[in-house]
């Protein structure tokens, strides 16, 4: 069956990587997987978690936030603190960006990344990994430029979603995929190759050991052109 977009299965949807886009931020860079929208930020603050103190070296973490009519319906803010479902992904935002870090000896700072999701249409927390990475790779450098150092930024990453749809093996859902999908994955890697997190789960049916390697395969494949977006993104 056709997707509801037209696109092939191993097609992307349109992306777009905005850096620069809050000029108040020490990185910052607006995403956009076609009808998904987030708004990351990287903001250096001084001082770190208590477990790093002392230690001279630094802290990366990360929020996330969905905007209340970033979808059809109205959804309220989480004023009492994060939910469930947004605590782990921030966690899984948070874990993610750690891992592209060449080094935490940058002093102690904590650079808090923020994705705040201005309009959702599947993959939120795929697209803030990869806008997220850009807007740290700026902040990094500020650092470097503040502290005198290298770069405490090391290798870039980025993630996208897979999933079986109608019994085929497809790259970056959209809602009404994400929503219908039997099979249903969020794949984050570093370039060029190493995994950082495989999630997957069997939605509306049990999966083959030949499916997952067509949905490992499909994200792979998809993660190297965000790779390079990035790298153009950023000017590397």
Request: aromatic share 6%.
């Given at each position: 069956?056709p997707?509801p977009?037209?696109?092939?299965?191993?097609?992307l949807?349109?992306?777009?990587?905005?850096?620069?886009?809050?000029?108040?931020?020490?990185?910052?860079?607006?995403?956009?997987?076609?009808?998904?929208?987030?708004?990351?930020?990287?903001s250096?603050e001084?001082?770190?978690?208590?477990?790093?103190?002392?230690?001279?070296?630094?802290?990366?973490?990360?929020?996330?936030?969905?905007?209340?009519?970033?979808t059809?319906?109205r959804?309220?803010?989480?004023?009492?603190?994060?939910?469930?479902?947004?605590?782990?992904?921030?966690r899984?935002?948070?874990?993610?960006l750690?891992?592209a870090?060449?080094?935490?000896?940058?002093?102690?700072?904590t650079?808090?990344?923020?994705?705040?999701?201005l309009?959702?249409d599947?993959g939120?927390?795929t697209?803030?990994?990869?806008g997220?990475?850009v807007?740290?790779?700026?902040?990094?450098q500020?650092?470097?430029t503040?502290?005198g150092?290298?770069?405490?930024f090391?290798?870039l990453?980025a993630?996208?979603?897979?999933?079986?749809?109608?019994?085929?093996p497809?790259?970056d859902?959209?809602?009404?995929?994400?929503?219908?999908?039997?099979?249903?994955?969020?794949?984050?890697?570093?370039e060029?190759?190493r995994?950082?997190?495989?999630q997957?789960t069997?939605?509306?049916?049990?999966?083959?050991?030949?499916?997952?390697?067509?949905?490992?395969?499909?994200?792979?494949?998809?993660?190297?052109?965000?790779?390079?977006?990035?790298r153009?993104?950023?000017?590397?």
């Open positions: 069956m997707r977009d037209q696109r092939a299965n191993d097609a949807r349109p992306v777009v990587l905005e850096r620069g886009a809050n000029p108040y931020a020490e990185g910052s860079c607006l995403v956009r997987f076609g009808g998904t929208l987030v708004h990351c930020t990287a250096v001084t001082g770190v978690p208590g477990f790093r103190k002392g230690s001279g070296e630094g802290w990366v973490t990360a929020e996330y936030a969905m905007l209340p009519r970033a059809s319906e959804t309220a803010r989480e004023r009492n603190g994060p939910g469930g479902r947004t605590q782990e992904i921030q899984l935002i948070g874990r993610s750690r891992a870090m060449g080094t935490m000896a940058f002093g102690e700072y650079v808090k990344i923020d994705c705040d999701v309009q959702a599947g939120t927390r697209a803030s990994i990869t997220g990475c807007a740290l790779a700026d902040a990094c500020w650092i470097a503040r502290e150092i290298a770069s405490p090391g290798t990453v993630a996208v979603s897979v999933g079986i749809v109608e019994q085929e497809r790259l859902l959209a809602y009404l995929e994400d929503k219908g999908a039997e099979v249903d994955a969020n794949l984050v890697m570093l060029p190759d995994f950082v997190e495989v997957g069997g939605e509306a049916a049990t999966f083959s050991r030949a499916e997952l390697d067509a949905m490992l395969e499909l994200g792979r494949a998809g993660i190297s052109r965000l790779f390079a977006l990035q153009q993104t950023l000017g590397w």
